[in-house]
């Protein structure tokens, strides 16, 4: 053990460079080559060192040292001459800026059919007399990504986007191990490259972070690729580095590249201590092919990882660019899609779900089976029609398959297994939960329980909806909504308003804490605007726009109670489905009961005419765009051109009238505003235009 505080300054800078250099190597060890060199402990011991010399002799911390998490106050790096790019000093981002790519992000052309991958050989055969050979690689189920390393140092990164601009991720994707922010010392790369691949979220990452949501009252996601693009485009970096994400990268980049094959050059990125894959195998001909693809789609599902397919490559490079792209594909690559894993399990039960709008759904009680490196023991059964068609019975043999949602389904019944005697599974004529006859339009495929007011998973649905972040936003979850209902404290949505803090903190593991932070967003959901309330009703078949679209017909909700069929069939998104719910809605007493509770709670049922008012038309018919950051938040500069009448654009276009460039502006947005001739602004201009247009129309 080192005694610390009786160095010297040049031992603690040698062995803080020491240190460094080895915690460099363990990590490439553990990361990217998945075979660590060192315990736990003895890594542990090592990081401990590094941290306490680095403490105590700040002047020789290094901001991309492994003791650093990149987010925090890295700027550059002192023994290169390309700088790592400046961030927030807490990691956290306003927005993402967009680049163009060097190269456009184009796709693979993807099959599920053995003779395409056929045809497309014959293909590549009749385009060429050399020989030839290919690269056959895992298709991993993530999110691309484009890497560009400068001088060895990670200096952009770019998603696919549009496949010409992407955001530049690059402070999220410094938060994945397995992505060296510079590359190994004494690799022989070129001054600088591109490197493309997939970014994902490991089956045990993904379970972890789905569990905390579920911990936490969140939305689940679907499913790991979906989890990976989530997480790569949050605006707070320091979250990304706990999602477990890891990265593949399999497309190399470079000009004067010294390789003659796809295989070398990935093994030239591998020295320079970039992951890529240890699965990508050489394949001279279609057998061999065949044999990659048939060994894989069973190895699969013993992997870690979600993987969908296999990516098949023409190995040669100046036959790859000979092949050269199609506008959407290269001709030298084909995906072949693997079918949807399915596994065989027996069906034990039913359960029959009522949902928030009363919608019956069956869900299979399965004996539990391991597909997609999850175990499943419930499945979706869809409808009473699905039954039929599969004829299911109970303790059926059945195929389910995940097909990239959270809850798998029934595909297929295995026959041949059907015991003798065994019962069919038989849709129930009435609510499982309240009795009432249930109903089914013609035109629909579920059965509805039409008691809204009184089933209880739907009376209990329509509070868990209106306390939604794109309804209410109020801090609670379905955990709390079942507390508060089983304890009778709610019944109706206006009774969330009438809870005391002496109610909460009776609820399990709520402290004072918990609830005030409940307290404190019912106060703040009380200024949301109506539109917003009308949605959180949860009146069946309005959604967010058409909650918007009444309000701003409407503008109140006394004039929508008392319009006609005809006056809301002649409002935007307005069919006869939804008009008659409206009516239905309106016309019970306790419906109307509610509302007036709530506006008694203080919930605006009516525009705010006076906040809708603009303060002046100076911006009449402008459509202006903004970028980079201003000396008032976005929505404050939102908000400023809505008020002098102004829209704000979603994308720079031919009809947009100004773009507003604050500091940090996106490049690719200027580029285009230049391209297209529209005036470029400042903050300060853009208020002097805005002033003098307003005193022009007084």
């Given at each position: 053990?080192?005694?610390?505080?009786?160095?010297?300054?040049?031992e603690?800078?040698?062995?803080?460079?020491?240190?460094?250099r080895?915690?460099?190597?363990h990590?490439?060890?553990?990361?990217?080559?998945?075979?660590p060199?060192?315990?736990?402990?003895?890594?542990?011991?090592?990081?401990?060192?590094?941290?306490?010399?680095e403490?105590?002799?700040?002047e020789?911390?290094s901001?991309?040292?492994?003791t650093r998490?990149?987010?925090?106050d890295?700027?550059?790096?002192?023994?290169?001459?390309?700088?790592?790019?400046s961030?927030?000093d807490?990691?956290?981002?306003?927005?993402?800026k967009?680049?163009?790519?060097k190269?456009?992000m184009?796709?693979l052309?993807?099959?599920?059919?053995?003779s395409?991958?056929?045809?497309f050989?014959?293909?590549?055969?009749k385009?060429?007399?050399?020989?030839?050979?290919?690269?056959?690689?895992?298709?991993?189920?993530?999110?691309?990504?484009?890497?560009?390393?400068?001088?060895?140092?990670?200096?952009?990164?770019?998603?696919?986007?549009d496949?010409?601009?992407?955001?530049?991720?690059?402070?999220?994707?410094?938060?994945?191990?397995?992505?060296?922010?510079?590359?190994l010392?004494?690799g022989?790369?070129p001054?600088?490259?591109?490197?493309?691949?997939?970014i994902?979220?490991?089956?045990?990452?993904?379970?972890?972070?789905?569990h905390?949501?579920?911990?936490?009252?969140?939305?689940?996601?679907?499913?790991?690729?979906?989890a990976?693009?989530?997480?790569?485009?949050?605006?707070?970096?320091?979250?990304?580095?706990?999602?477990?994400?890891?990265?593949?990268l399999?497309?190399?980049?470079?000009?004067?590249?010294?390789a003659?094959t796809?295989?070398?050059?990935?093994?030239?990125a591998?020295?320079?201590?970039?992951?890529?894959?240890?699965?990508?195998?050489?394949?001279?001909?279609?057998e061999e092919?065949?044999q990659?693809i048939?060994?894989?789609?069973?190895?699969?599902?013993?992997?870690?990882?979600?993987?969908?397919?296999?990516?098949?490559k023409?190995?040669?490079?100046?036959?790859?660019r000979?092949?050269?792209?199609t506008?959407?594909?290269?001709?030298?690559?084909?995906?072949?899609?693997?079918?949807?894993?399915?596994?065989?399990?027996r069906?034990?039960?039913v359960?029959?779900?009522?949902?928030r709008?009363?919608?019956?759904?069956p869900v299979a009680?399965?004996?539990?089976?391991?597909?997609?490196?999850?175990?499943?023991?419930?499945?979706?059964?869809?409808n009473?029609?699905?039954m039929?068609?599969?004829?299911?019975?109970l303790?059926?043999y059945?195929y389910?398959?995940?097909?990239?949602?959270?809850?798998?389904?029934?595909?297929?019944?295995?026959?041949?297994?059907?015991e003798?005697?065994?019962?069919?599974?038989i849709?129930?004529r009435?609510?499982?939960?309240c009795?009432?006859?249930?109903?089914?339009?013609?035109?629909?495929?579920?059965?509805?329980?039409?008691?809204?007011?009184?089933c209880?998973?739907?009376?209990?649905?329509k509070?868990i909806h209106?306390?939604?972040?794109?309804?209410?936003?109020?801090?609670?979850?379905?955990?709390?909504?079942?507390q508060?209902?089983?304890?009778?404290?709610?019944?109706?949505?206006?009774?969330?308003y009438?809870l005391?803090r002496?109610?909460l903190?009776?609820?399990?593991?709520?402290k004072?804490?918990?609830?005030?932070?409940?307290?404190?967003?019912?106060?703040?959901s009380?200024?949301?605007?109506?539109h917003?309330i009308?949605?959180?009703?949860?009146?069946?078949?309005i959604?967010?726009?058409?909650?918007?679209?009444?309000?701003?017909?409407?503008?109140?909700?006394?004039?929508?109670?008392?319009a006609?069929?005809?006056?809301l069939?002649?409002?935007?998104?307005v069919?006869?489905?939804?008009?008659?719910?409206l009516?239905?809605?309106?016309?019970q007493?306790?419906?109307?009961?509610?509302?007036?509770e709530?506006?008694?709670?203080?919930?605006?049922?009516?525009?705010?005419?006076?906040?809708?008012?603009?303060v002046?038309s100076?911006?009449?018919?402008?459509t202006?765009?903004?970028?980079?950051?201003?000396?008032v938040?976005?929505e404050?500069?939102?908000?400023?051109?809505?008020?002098?009448?102004g829209?704000?654009?979603?994308?720079?276009?031919?009809?947009?009238?100004?773009?507003?460039?604050?500091?940090?502006?996106g490049?690719?947005?200027?580029?285009?505003?230049?391209?297209?001739?529209?005036?470029?602004?400042?903050?300060?201009?853009?208020?002097?235009?805005?002033?003098t247009?307003?005193?022009?129309?007084k």
């Amino acid at each position: 053990m080192f005694d610390f505080l009786s160095m010297k300054k040049n031992e603690a800078k040698h062995r803080i460079e020491e240190l460094t250099r080895i915690l460099r190597a363990h990590n490439h060890s553990y990361y990217v080559l998945n075979n660590p060199t060192v315990s736990d402990f003895e890594y542990d011991l090592l990081m401990h060192e590094l941290d306490t010399l680095e403490k105590l002799y700040p002047e020789y911390l290094s901001p991309d040292s492994p003791t650093r998490k990149v987010g925090n106050d890295l700027s550059s790096v002192a023994d290169t001459a390309t700088e790592l790019p400046s961030f927030p000093d807490n990691g956290i981002v306003e927005e993402f800026k967009q680049y163009p790519h060097k190269y456009p992000m184009l796709s693979l052309g993807n099959t599920y059919d053995p003779s395409e991958i056929y045809a497309f050989n014959e293909r590549i055969q009749k385009a060429t007399d050399k020989k030839f050979t290919y690269s056959c690689e895992l298709k991993f189920d993530g999110t691309a990504i484009c890497l560009t390393y400068t001088k060895g140092i990670l200096t952009r990164a770019l998603t696919r986007g549009d496949g010409a601009v992407g955001d530049d991720v690059l402070l999220n994707v410094l938060q994945i191990p397995s992505v060296p922010h510079r590359l190994l010392k004494g690799g022989n790369y070129p001054e600088e490259f591109e490197i493309r691949g997939e970014i994902y979220m490991p089956y045990q990452a993904f379970d972890k972070l789905n569990h905390q949501r579920e911990l936490n009252e969140e939305p689940l996601f679907a499913n790991p690729r979906n989890a990976a693009a989530g997480s790569l485009k949050l605006l707070d970096s320091n979250q990304v580095r706990e999602r477990g994400l890891e990265c593949t990268l399999y497309h190399l980049i470079a000009p004067d590249l010294k390789a003659e094959t796809h295989l070398e050059a990935l093994a030239m990125a591998a020295s320079w201590g970039l992951p890529v894959s240890e699965h990508a195998r050489e394949c001279k001909d279609m057998e061999e092919i065949n044999q990659y693809i048939r060994t894989w789609d069973k190895k699969r599902k013993s992997l870690p990882f979600a993987t969908d397919g296999i990516v098949i490559k023409v190995n040669q490079l100046d036959l790859q660019r000979s092949l050269g792209y199609t506008a959407k594909s290269p001709r030298w690559a084909v995906a072949y899609k693997f079918k949807p894993e399915e596994a065989l399990t027996r069906l034990n039960s039913v359960d029959y779900q009522v949902g928030r709008t009363g919608a019956v759904t069956p869900v299979a009680n399965l004996d539990p089976v391991q597909l997609s490196g999850t175990i499943v023991k419930r499945a979706t059964l869809h409808n009473a029609e699905q039954m039929e068609l599969l004829d299911i019975h109970l303790g059926d043999y059945v195929y389910v398959e995940k097909g990239g949602e959270i809850i798998p389904k029934i595909t297929r019944v295995e026959i041949s297994r059907r015991e003798a005697g065994v019962p069919e599974a038989i849709f129930p004529r009435d609510c499982p939960a309240c009795g009432t006859r249930l109903v089914k339009d013609e035109d629909e495929a579920k059965h509805f329980c039409p008691n809204s007011d009184f089933c209880p998973p739907q009376r209990k649905g329509k509070f868990i909806h209106f306390i939604s972040r794109k309804a209410m936003n109020i801090n609670a979850g379905e955990a709390t909504i079942d507390q508060l209902y089983s304890k009778n404290y709610i019944s109706e949505l206006s009774d969330l308003y009438k809870l005391t803090r002496e109610q909460l903190l009776t609820l399990d593991k709520w402290k004072d804490k918990s609830a005030d932070n409940f307290l404190k967003s019912l106060q703040e959901s009380k200024q949301l605007p109506f539109h917003r309330i009308l949605f959180g009703l949860g009146i069946r078949f309005i959604g967010e726009t058409t909650a918007r679209n009444l309000a701003d017909a409407f503008k109140n909700i006394d004039n929508l109670m008392k319009a006609g069929r005809e006056e809301l069939l002649a409002t935007e998104d307005v069919g006869e489905k939804l008009a008659d719910s409206l009516l239905d809605y309106f016309a019970q007493p306790r419906h109307r009961k509610v509302i007036e509770e709530l506006k008694e709670a203080g919930l605006q049922f009516s525009e705010n005419e006076q906040e809708k008012e603009p303060v002046s038309s100076a911006l009449a018919g402008k459509t202006i765009m903004i970028t980079g950051n201003f000396s008032v938040s976005r929505e404050e500069m939102k908000k400023y051109i809505e008020s002098h009448a102004g829209k704000v654009g979603s994308s720079v276009s031919g009809n947009t009238a100004y773009l507003v460039a604050g500091e940090k502006s996106g490049s690719s947005k200027l580029q285009k505003a230049q391209k297209l001739g529209i005036p470029v602004v400042s903050e300060d201009e853009f208020y002097k235009i805005v002033e003098t247009e307003q005193h022009k129309s007084k």
